[in-house]
């Protein structure tokens, strides 16, 4: 049975109720995890405000701002869940970014900034976060990160986040080497296109989802649900045997050649 009682999970890049990350934290609450949720601060403390009161009735027992661009942030966030939970059993990293501006006409175009701030928040956080994350998970874990076919293939205007999804899934190899001796394994989801505040701040996403529904498989795209049921599957005990994967949840669009 999918069972996480008894484990604590860090969920990052929850924005909104659209948010992947969201629908990866109501899962794992489901499945008995007792979460901790970090948000990208800002001036205004807006995020804070929206994803505190989103998260209430999960619970979280951490609660605390996190811009993984900020190594102090990031040893204070693991500081506190060491003084607080003593381990950690999971990690969610499910966040990106690029310049809005490296996401539209063609890659060539691409500043070395631009590259610089898509590679650094979108690819270096993971092993970032995953450095922070071993020595608390002293019982073994579960890394998860959220990937996308524009890693792999090549698609109109992903761009620079192409490169940075490369990356991340060659990420995801390297680190379940490095930690799967301390029985940590590190997976990847890659998930079909959603709406979520990312996506939709995209041009053409809607044009995108209606082209999956006609060629996927499954004839439609993929929940945010869907992607929770997954991440809480390979963060269980069910899952022990899953290093070092990227897991397609796409209803099956992947397979299609044509
Ligand atoms: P989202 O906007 O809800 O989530 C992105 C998150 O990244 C936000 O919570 C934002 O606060 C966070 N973030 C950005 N910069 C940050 C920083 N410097 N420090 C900390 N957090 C930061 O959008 P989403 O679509 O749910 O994206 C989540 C993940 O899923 C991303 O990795 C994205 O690439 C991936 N993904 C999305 C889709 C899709 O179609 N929506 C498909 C496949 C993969
Ligand atoms: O990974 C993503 C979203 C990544 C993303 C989106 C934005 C929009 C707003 C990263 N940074 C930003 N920066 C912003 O200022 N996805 C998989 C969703 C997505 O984004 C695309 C897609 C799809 C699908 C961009 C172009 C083409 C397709």
């Known amino acids: ?18 948010s992947i990350a969201w629908g990866i934290a109501q899962q794992l609450h489901k499945a008995g995890a007792n979460l901790g949720v970090t948000y ?7 995020f804070e405000k929206k994803v505190r009161e989103l998260t209430e009735p999960l619970n979280p027992s951490v609660f605390l701002p996190c811009n993984v661009q900020n190594d102090e942030q990031i040893e204070e966030t693991f500081q506190a869940i060491g003084e607080k939970w003593g381990k ?31 590679l650094d ?8 976060l995953a450095r922070a994350a071993k ?3 002293t019982e073994g874990g579960s890394i998860v990160t959220l990937t996308y076919l524009g890693g792999v293939k090549v698609i109109p205007n992903y761009n620079v986040m192409g ?12 680190l379940a080497s490095d930690l799967g001796p301390s029985n940590i394994r590190v997976n990847g989801i890659s998930a079909g296109p959603i709406r979520t505040l990312a996506s939709s701040a995209v041009g053409g996403i809607l044009d995108m989802i209606r082209h999956v529904e006609e060629i996927a498989p499954l004839r439609r795209t993929v929940t945010q649900n869907e992607v929770g049921n997954t991440a809480a599957f390979l963060c269980s005990d069910l899952a022990s045997g899953i290093t070092g994967q990227i897991v397609y949840v796409d209803a099956g669009y992947e397979i299609m050649g044509m």
Do not use: Q, W
């Not at 049975?1 to 659209?18: P, S």
């Open 1 to 18: 049975m999918l069972d996480l009682a008894g484990k604590n999970a860090l969920v990052t890049g929850i924005a909104n109720n659209r």
């Open 40 to 46: 990208l601060p800002d001036e205004k403390g807006r």
């Open 88 to 118: 950690l059993d999971i990690l969610i990293h499910c966040l990106a970014f690029a310049n809005r501006e490296d996401l539209t006409g063609e890659f060539v175009d691409v500043s070395r900034s631009g590259f610089a701030t898509a």
């Open 121 to 128: 928040i979108s690819t270096y956080s993971l092993a970032r």
């Open 135 to 137: 020595p608390l998970m």
């Open 163 to 174: 490169i940075a999804k490369s990356g991340l899934e060659m990420s995801v190899r390297y």
